[in-house]
C-alpha cells in the first residue's frame, strides 16, 4: 500500500505538471479537462488508500501486540524459576505492555512506512533526474552528510532511550508494590514515603526525558535549516531557469514538489529513527526475559498408585549466598507417610519443598520419586504432575470460589469441589448465598486469612497428585479448625504422602515422622 502511494503522489505530480503546461500553453495537444478528471481520480484514490492503510495497520497492530505479548507471556509461565528473582514483576509487565507495543508499532507501521520512503526517495530522484540531472545530483549530496551525522545521532539516543526505559519500569513497580501493599504502608504510616520515592523517580523521569527531548530538538533543528537550505537553492535555480526560458511553468512547479518528495523521506526518517530505536531497547530488554531457559518438556511421568520421595546426599545453596542451604541431607518420605519438617527460620525447609517440586536443582546428590514396586524418576517438571502443593500466605486469584477451585481441578464436578471443601474444613462456603460462585477478591479480599487458606488447600485437594506438599498450610487457623483439618489430612494420607512444613508443634501429632532441619553456620 505504501508503494503504490509513492505511484499516486508522482502521477499527482505529473498531473499537476501537465495542467500547468496546457494552462500556459506550453502543451496544446491534450484539453485541460483531461488534467483535471487525472487531477481528482488520483486524489479520491490517494484518500482511499490513506484510509485502507491507517485501517489495516490498526488491525495488523492489535493482532501483532496480542501473539507477541502471549508469545512472552507463555515463555515467562513456562520458564525455568530459580529463586532469585532478578527482576521486579513491575519491571517484567512494563516490558510485556510498553515494549511490545514498541516493537510491534514498529513492525507494522514504522518498518511499512520506512520501506515507502525509500521507494519515494529512489523515485523522486529518478524523477527529477529526467528533468535536471545536475539539481538531482546536488540534492542527493547531502545523503552521505545525513548518513554520517544519523550514527552519532542513534548512538547517543539509544543510551538515552535505555535509561528512560528502565527509570520507567522503575516508576510502574513503585505504582504496583505500593497498592498492592497499601494496607501496610497505612499501618506503618509510610504512605508519605512511598509518594515521595515516586515523586523522585518521576523527576528522575523527567530530566532524563528533557534530556532527550533537547538532544533531538537540536538535531531536527539543524536537520531543519538543511533541508531549508535545500529547497532555497532549488528555488532560486528554478526561477534562474525559468527566467531563462529553458523550463516551463510546469517543470518549475514539478521541481518545487519533487524537492519536497526527496527531502520529505529524510525529514520522515528523523521522525522514524527514534521509534526505531525505542524498538531496539524494547527489543533488547524482551530478549532479556526470553533469554531464560525454558523447563524441560516431554510425557509427565505419572506414578497412579502413590509414590514416595527419596533424598541422596543433596546440597544446595543460592547464586547470591555462600552458605549451604542444605548440605549432604538424605532422607525418605515413603509412600503413604506423614512427615512434619521442622526448623528455625532459614534452616531450608521452603527450599527442599522446592527441590521436590523441582523448581530447584540440587547441586549435588539427588531427589528422586519411587513407588512400592520399584518405579523411580528424578524430580523434573515431569514429575511434577504427582504433587500437590499449598503454599504459605494467601494465594487466591480474583474471580469466584469457583473459579479458583477450578484451578485445582478444571475438570472438577460440583459434588467433588464441595468434597474438597469439606476436607479443607471449609464449609463455610456453601452456607454462603452465592455459594461456590461468591466473589473473591485480589488475594482473598473479602475473606479472612483463615478462610483464604482453607480455599487454597481445598483447591490443591483437588489435584490429582499422590504426594501432599503443606508449605505452612494451617498457620492461620484456630487450633480446633487445625486439629479437624489435620484430622482430614490424616485420613487423606491413607492414600496420599503427606509433607508439612511447620513450626507448630500441633503439627507433628498427625505425623508419622519427622524431619528436623539444623540451620547451617558456614
Known amino acids: 500500500m505504501g508503494v503504490i502511494g509513492v505511484a499516486l503522489d508522482f502521477s499527482f505530480i505529473a498531473a499537476t505538471k501537465l495542467a500547468v503546461d496546457i494552462a500556459t500553453g506550453a502543451n496544446t495537444a491534450l484539453p485541460l479537462r483531461l488534467a483535471a478528471v487525472l487531477l481528482i481520480c488520483i486524489m479520491v484514490s490517494q484518500i482511499g488508500l490513506g484510509f485502507a492503510r491507517r485501517w489495516v495497520a490498526a488491525l495488523l497492530g492489535v493482532r501483532s501486540q496480542n501473539l507477541m505479548q502471549l508469545r512472552l507471556f507463555r515463555h515467562i509461565m513456562q520458564c525455568e524459576w530459580n529463586g532469585l528473582e532478578q527482576r521486579h514483576s513491575g519491571d517484567v509487565l512494563n516490558r510485556l505492555e510498553r515494549d511490545v507495543s514498541d516493537v510491534t508499532s514498529v513492525i507494522t507501521e514504522t518498518a511499512p512506512s520506512l520501506l515507502g520512503v525509500l521507494v519515494r526517495l529512489v523515485g523522486a530522484f529518478f524523477f527529477l533526474y529526467s528533468m535536471d540531472a545536475m539539481l538531482a545530483l546536488l540534492l542527493v549530496f547531502i545523503a552521505p552528510v545525513f548518513i554520517a551525522l544519523s550514527k552519532l545521532y542513534i548512538s547517543r539516543m539509544r543510551q538515552l532511550t535505555r535509561r528512560i526505559r528502565t527509570t520507567d519500569s522503575r516508576v510502574q513497580s513503585i505504582l504496583q508494590e505500593s497498592v498492592q501493599h497499601r494496607v501496610v504502608l497505612k499501618t506503618l504510616e509510610q504512605q508519605g514515603t512511598m509518594v515521595s520515592r515516586l515523586s523522585e523517580t518521576q523527576d528522575t523521569l523527567r530530566q532524563q526525558i528533557r534530556q532527550r527531548t533537547w538532544f533531538s530538538s537540536f538535531s531536527s533543528a539543524l536537520l531543519t535549516t538543511g533541508f531549508g537550505a535545500g529547497y532555497l537553492v532549488t528555488f532560486l535555480w528554478g526561477v534562474s531557469r525559468l527566467h531563462e526560458g529553458t523550463i516551463t511553468y510546469g517543470m518549475m512547479i514539478a521541481f518545487i514538489q519533487l524537492v519536497g518528495q526527496i527531502q520529505g523521506p529524510f525529514r520522515e526518517l528523523t521522525h522514524y529513527i527514534p521509534a526505531i530505536i525505542s524498538s531496539l531497547t524494547a527489543s533488547e530488554r524482551l530478549m532479556e526475559l526470553q533469554a531464560v531457559p525454558l523447563e524441560q518438556e516431554g510425557e509427565p511421568v505419572v506414578f497412579p498408585h502413590g509414590a514416595g520421595i527419596r533424598l541422596s546426599d543433596v546440597s544446595f545453596a543460592y547464586d547470591s549466598s555462600k552458605r549451604q542451604i542444605l548440605s549432604n541431607l538424605s532422607y525418605d518420605f515413603p509412600p503413604g507417610s506423614v512427615t512434619a519438617i521442622l526448623g528455625e527460620t532459614g534452616a531450608g525447609k521452603t527450599t527442599l519443598v522446592r527441590l521436590i517440586l523441582a523448581l530447584l536443582r540440587p547441586q549435588h546428590g539427588s531427589v528422586q520419586l519411587y513407588d512400592a514396586e520399584g518405579r523411580g524418576a528424578d524430580a523434573s517438571p515431569l514429575t511434577r504432575c504427582n504433587l500437590v502443593y499449598v503454599p504459605q500466605g494467601n494465594t487466591l486469584f480474583s474471580g469466584t ?122
Not at 404 to 421: I, S, V
Not at 476 to 493: K, M, V, Y
Not at 499 to 515: F, K
Open 401 to 522: 470460589i469457583r473459579d479458583n477451585l477450578l484451578l485445582g481441578n478444571p475438570d472438577a464436578t460440583e459434588q467433588e469441589m464441595r468434597q474438597a471443601l469439606t476436607t479443607a474444613c471449609a464449609g463455610f462456603v456453601m452456607e454462603r448465598p452465592e455459594g461456590l460462585d461468591a466473589p473473591c477478591g485480589e488475594l482473598g479480599a473479602g475473606l479472612s486469612e483463615g478462610q483464604a487458606q482453607r480455599i487454597a488447600i481445598a483447591r490443591a485437594l483437588l489435584r490429582k497428585g499422590c504426594i501432599l506438599l503443606l508449605d505452612e498450610a494451617t498457620s492461620a487457623l484456630d487450633p480446633s479448625t487445625e486439629r479437624q483439618l489435620l484430622q482430614n489430612l490424616q485420613l487423606q494420607g491413607q492414600r496420599q504422602t503427606v509433607i508439612c512444613v511447620t513450626h507448630r508443634p500441633a503439627v507433628v501429632e498427625y505425623c508419622t515422622q519427622v524431619l528436623e532441619l539444623q540451620k547451617s553456620r558456614e
